[in-house]
């Protein structure tokens, strides 16, 4: 249309005053069915013949003739003037098919934010095509509090410019916008190059238009930099992440963040006083309009609520605490009951507890046990509560039956579990051996105020119906998964930098290719969502009050919702439920369905167990036989070479030396440089060596110091702040060992102690049917963490999977990450065969999908422990034989809806060698 209109008024012809309409955009709409809209395929679409195409005037013919089609149809669909059809089009024009421009928004208070966090979600949500869209309706349905302005080059103003649109058209356009952008020369030199401004000066005459059309319109003209980086210098670091996706995009634009100094210097072309107006008259009228109180999100905590969560908590927490310790409570259990409640309830955090409980209930109506994480184990209210199975009182017995305690036990008792058993002086029952000695303080602070981070491992086969009951719980507009954002790593950024280089054919010294890499380090490059949190937000609030939503990875075609800011930023504002998936609640599970037995029966104190921490003799086995010395392979936390060497200096002989180990290996400078001289100089044991954050506290109070004091130094040393001079010479006061003094300031993380007995916990319970129930045990643990499970190994004997784990670790980094991967599984894979247990073969009849099954003492190997047998074939297997018996490799393949390459994998396995190849009979 603009070279129409240029040649129109080159003709001294009034062009604008004629209307127009695009045919294209019509058929469009009238002609949905068609994919293509060429002029050859609409001739053929409405039967009007051949036509000398590419000839102007025929062209031209053809054109009117099919319009005139499009007019009958129109007639039938009663669209009778322009009106009409602009209505009819508006309504049922697809956003994503629409021409798109940019646009900036300003926020001007509370409703324009929330109206903005509306637009970006619609954008993500409803109108995604490669990047999100927002149609001019929903803008206008949601410009209250906005501040809406014309943008750069590629917003609908300069592009209706540069398309020659009438003046008229130019004018309205403009009056969409709050106000009207111009910006320096620098950053649309490029369409100089492109042929769309002769020269600088068309550049300058753009610029002066718009400040032309914003003094008619009386709309405020704003100069802006249209920044994308701080300093002129850092373009390179733009360029090479640019190159990543475009090639030949190295010009300069100068797209830099300018002072006002620049800035009147670059439009000095306007004159001094309008210079001066759009640089900073007008930019501070703009920022003039806008709230002081504007923050991403509100202020404060914003806590769903669930009515009588107080009254539940405490009565639930109080019955457990009655029905264990009897009635009246014992003053102990009392005191630390009554004050975690008061603290709990009067920082209002109950609610919280409530929801983790009502969780933890419906996995285990499911059937699935649920495991804690972190330090809610310290919370006395947590354990009674069913929220932790961690009891954080000091060691102590009590009687099942006749709820008689016992608190007074021997000093220097890290745990509970490493109590000698004992009968009720009572009632005489087995009494039971609990309590772990962790402070409250350690999970919610001194002062009891700070907001509980309650994260919980449910089984992955039960996580999807946790979430949904979560919904179920406050509603699923109310629910929604805490988005993450990915940042390009230091390797991809280095190598994108060596990229730009190669393509530049340019050589810089090493310094300087790792200073470009390190400014393009932590750019966000995709989306995602957090394994298991999930944000709820308050029944009167909407997420918009707190921050837009999208899909993971912008896919439009996702189920799943999440939350546009990462949740490190809304922490202390929306509740965060972390309902992480973990392989732990799953192997109990399948030990239970394997053994007919019940986890939770397992007793915490047999000595045989223990033993698995020094020797492999409880596993019948010389260390020869698994290349280890000890017998721990297989067991959460305790199975890797890294854990496996420190327990072997540190010769753990209880549960608190076990807890000790668990903490000091995932604490940072804890072990190496620290605890593991100590040991190896005598100095200490692990006993007494500092292994979790909890000890520091209870350690120094016990030296004399005062509580506050205690926990104020235990938060300093577990985040790496060390110690001022004046706690060190406090604590020599008090006749603390120099050399807890040096171990305190070496430390940079420390792991909380409820966590590590949590982890404990699972190891000693799976290590006692690792000794009394081996078949059950590898079973469970090959069916939920198969880890690379390879058949075709396995079924060449203990020599070939030896040598197989053996190649591994000699080509070492040199091996594919799978093969790395696989090394654990095969490691407990020897160890199950120096036990003499059997794997069996693949069977047709006999091998499930991907449960590992006992079978006369063997292990019965599933379908998907073959390479090329894939989760979906070996369920199709399944699914088959269960209508009826496969009577053939032809019956098999046809109703298993399997490829040749799965049959050939079954072939070469020998599953299939006692089945005939077709269901044809021989008569002869």
Not at 357 to 382: D, N
Not at 691 to 718: P, Q, T, W
Not at 891 to 919: C, F, M, P, W, Y
Request: hydrophobic residues 35%.
């Amino acid at each position: 249309m603009g070279f129409i209109r240029v040649a129109a008024k080159r003709c001294g012809l009034d062009y604008d005053r004629h209307p127009y309409l695009d045919t294209v955009s019509l058929s469009r709409h009238l002609n949905p069915e068609l994919k293509s809209h060429k002029l050859n395929k609409l001739a053929e679409y409405f039967k009007l013949g051949d036509f000398n195409h590419h000839r102007a005037s025929d062209d031209a013919e053809m054109l009117a003739m099919i319009y005139f089609c499009m007019q009958e149809k129109m007639q039938k669909m009663e669209i009778r003037n322009f009106k009409q059809l602009q209505d009819e089009m508006s309504a049922s024009a697809d956003p994503l098919r629409l021409p798109t421009y940019h646009q900036i928004i300003l926020v001007k208070n509370k409703i324009g934010l929330k109206n903005l966090y509306k637009l970006v979600s619609y954008g993500y949500l409803n109108y995604f095509r490669k990047v999100p869209r927002i149609p001019k309706t929903v803008l206008e349905k949601h410009r209250e509090g906005l501040i809406i302005g014309s943008a750069c080059e590629a917003g609908e103003l300069i592009t209706a410019i540069l398309d020659n649109k009438p003046q008229g058209e130019i004018e309205e356009i403009a009056k969409f916008y709050d106000y009207l952008e111009i910006q320096p020369i620098s950053n649309n030199r490029f369409m100089i190059d492109k042929g769309l401004i002769a020269d600088e000066e068309g550049l300058r005459n753009l610029n002066r238009r718009i400040v032309a059309l914003g003094d008619k319109l009386g709309i405020p003209v704003v100069a802006t930099c249209d920044a994308h980086f701080m300093n002129d210098e850092d373009e390179i670091f733009r360029k090479i992440l640019v190159s990543v996706k475009f090639k030949n995009e190295d010009k300069d634009s100068h797209l830099y963040y300018r002072t006002t100094e620049e800035m009147l210097e670059e439009f000095a072309y306007l004159g001094e006083d309008k210079a001066y107006e759009v640089v900073v008259t007008n930019t501070n009228a703009i920022n003039d309009l806008i709230d002081n109180d504007i923050r991403p999100f509100p202020k404060g905590t914003f806590t769903p609520n669930m009515e009588g969560a107080e009254e539940d908590l405490q009565r639930i927490c109080y019955e457990r605490a009655k029905s264990m310790y009897g009635d009246p409570l014992p003053d102990i259990v009392a005191k630390r009951l009554d004050k975690e409640l008061t603290s709990i309830i009067k920082n209002g955090f109950a609610v919280l507890y409530m929801i983790a409980q009502k969780l933890v209930w419906y996995s285990e109506s499911q059937g699935y046990l649920v495991g804690s994480r972190g330090s809610v184990g310290s919370s006395v209210v947590a354990s009674m509560a069913g929220i932790s199975e961690v009891n954080p009182l000091p060691p102590h017995y009590w009687c099942p039956k006749c709820r008689h305690s016992e608190f007074d036990v021997p000093a220097g008792i890290g745990s509970g579990f490493d109590l000698p058993n004992k009968n009720c002086p009572v009632c005489g029952t087995k009494m039971n051996n609990d309590g772990h000695d962790i402070p409250f303080e350690t999970f919610l602070g001194f002062y009891g105020d700070k907001s509980p981070d309650i994260d919980l491992n449910f089984s992955g086969e039960v996580q999807g119906r946790v979430h949904k009951y979560t919904e179920e719980l406050f509603g699923a507009e109310n629910v929604f998964r805490a988005g993450t954002i990915g940042g390009i790593a230091d390797k991809t950024a280095f190598g994108f930098v060596l990229k730009y280089l190669e393509e530049k054919g340019l050589s810089i010294p090493r310094a300087e290719m790792n200073r470009l890499a390190a400014n393009c380090v932590g750019v966000k490059r995709s989306t995602g969502q957090h394994p298991g949190g999930i944000v709820v937000v308050p029944k009167e609030y909407e997420i918009y009050d707190f921050c837009p939503v999208q899909h993971p990875a912008d896919d439009p075609n996702s189920d799943i919702i999440t939350t546009h800011f990462t949740f490190e930023y809304l922490h202390d504002t929306l509740l965060k439920l972390d309902e992480l998936g973990h392989d732990i609640p799953t192997k109990y599970k399948w030990i239970e369905r394997f053994s007919n037995t019940s986890v939770m029966d397992v007793p915490m104190n047999a000595r045989e167990v223990y033993d698995l921490f020094l020797s492999t003799k409880p596993l019948g086995i010389s260390p020869e036989d698994i290349d280890a010395k000890i017998g721990t392979y297989g067991l959460p936390e305790f199975g890797t070479n890294f854990v496996m060497r420190m327990v072997e200096e540190a010769k753990p002989k209880s549960f608190a030396d076990l807890l000790q180990i668990s903490g000091l290996s995932h604490g940072t400078d804890v072990w190496t440089g620290n605890a593991q001289d100590l040991i190896k100089e005598g100095i200490c044991d692990i006993s007494h060596v500092i292994g979790c954050r909890d000890n520091i506290m209870n350690d120094l109070i016990r030296y004399g110091l005062e509580n506050a004091h205690a926990f104020k130094i235990m938060e300093s040393v577990r985040k790496g702040r060390g110690l001022t001079p004046e706690w060190e010479a406090e604590m020599r006061e008090h006749n603390v060992p120099e050399w807890y003094i040096g171990s305190c300031k070496k430390i940079k993380y420390m792991f909380p102690k409820a966590h590590a007995a949590a982890y404990v916990m699972s190891a000693i319970r799976l290590g006692w049917y690792k000794v009394h129930m081996p078949i059950a045990f590898y079973c469970a643990m090959f069916t939920v963490a198969p880890g690379g499970f390879d058949a075709e190994i396995v079924m060449g004997g203990k020599s070939k999977v030896v040598a197989t784990i053996k190649d591994i670790e000699k080509r070492g980094k040199e091996a594919s990450p799978k093969e790395q991967a696989s090394v654990p599984t095969l490691k407990l894979i020897n160890e199950c065969m120096a036990r003499h247990i059997r794997f069996l073969p693949v069977d047709l009849e006999k091998s499930d999908s991907r449960a590992f099954l006992p079978e006369n003492g063997s292990i019965r190997m599933p379908f998907s422990a073959l390479g090329g047998v894939g989760e979906n074939a070996a369920e199709n297997i399944i699914k088959a034989r269960e209508e009826e018996p496969f009577f053939s490799i032809e019956d098999l393949q046809i109703r298993a809806s399997l490829n040749k390459s799965v049959i050939e994998t079954l072939r070469h396995a020998g599953v299939l060698d006692h089945i005939n190849e077709t269901d044809q009979l021989s008569m002869f």
